[in-house]
């Protein structure tokens, strides 16, 4: 099946500082990505959706200037978390869908810890 | 808008046994239900999904049924096994194409 790779699969950062994770579809071309954040032992939450090309569409209470998301090619899309607090710490994962399929695929996820 | 409803939130089975979990959706108009297993700090993984013109689909261990009308969809999984204990979401997608989740089950096998 189609493969989507997230970098960096956990990241410890310093409060203040900004770190960047990537989404990459390695086999398909990704018109749309979405971002979502999970904490523990609860669901997915849809921070954005991304489409090549164009500003993200965030969700409510999703702070744009905090979590900026960039969607440069049909392949890559980055989360910028800006400086980042403890309180962000969390699961962040990316998905993505070919065109207007139906059928979305996951990355395996990015574990940032900011201390 | 689209609510997903998810449950048990904690299925225990014993190894062997079939294991069901059900979700009920809002919106007449969603067409598409996936389900995902997640295991622990990884992302989800696609196991089946469905489409709203077919009733019930199988992939050798994993079956999902749908019932339109009654606006539920489930997951079957027969003859459990260790490896299939995890978190699984469903999902439907909504009239504006986007993916609303239930809350998740996590399904324990039982040696």
């Known amino acids: 099946g189609a493969v989507v790779s997230q970098h960096p699969s956990w990241v410890i950062c310093k409060s203040g500082t900004s770190v960047k994770i990537e989404c990459r579809s390695l086999?398909?071309?990704?018109?749309?990505m979405f971002w979502y954040r999970q904490f523990p032992k609860q669901s997915l939450m849809l921070m954005a959706t991304s489409n090549e090309g164009s500003k993200a569409t965030y969700e409510q209470g999703v702070e744009k200037d905090k979590f900026l998301i960039n969607h440069a090619s049909l392949t890559l899309s980055t989360l910028t978390v800006t400086s980042a607090h403890p309180e962000d710490s969390s699961f962040y994962i990316c998905?993505?869908?070919?065109?207007?399929?139906?059928?979305?695929?996951f990355g395996e996820g990015s574990w940032l810890t900011v201390v | 808008g689209e609510n997903v409803e998810q449950h048990p939130s904690t299925l225990s089975v014993q190894e062997g046994d079939s294991a069901v979990i059900k979700c009920t959706y809002s919106d007449s108009a969603s067409n598409y239900f996936p389900w995902y297993k997640q295991e622990l700090g990884k992302g989800p993984q696609l196991i089946i999904d469905i489409r709203s013109n077919v009733g019930e689909k199988k992939d050798q261990r994993i079956a999902v049924t749908l019932n339109k009308t009654a606006k539920h969809f489930s997951l079957h999984i027969t003859e459990t096994q260790p490896e299939d204990s995890a978190v699984y979401f469903c999902a439907a997608k909504d009239s504006n194409y986007q993916l609303i989740w239930g809350a998740g089950t996590k399904l324990i096998i039982k040696p």
């Open positions: 998905s993505a869908r070919a065109g207007t399929g139906n059928t979305i695929y």
């Open positions: 086999d398909f071309q990704a018109t749309t």
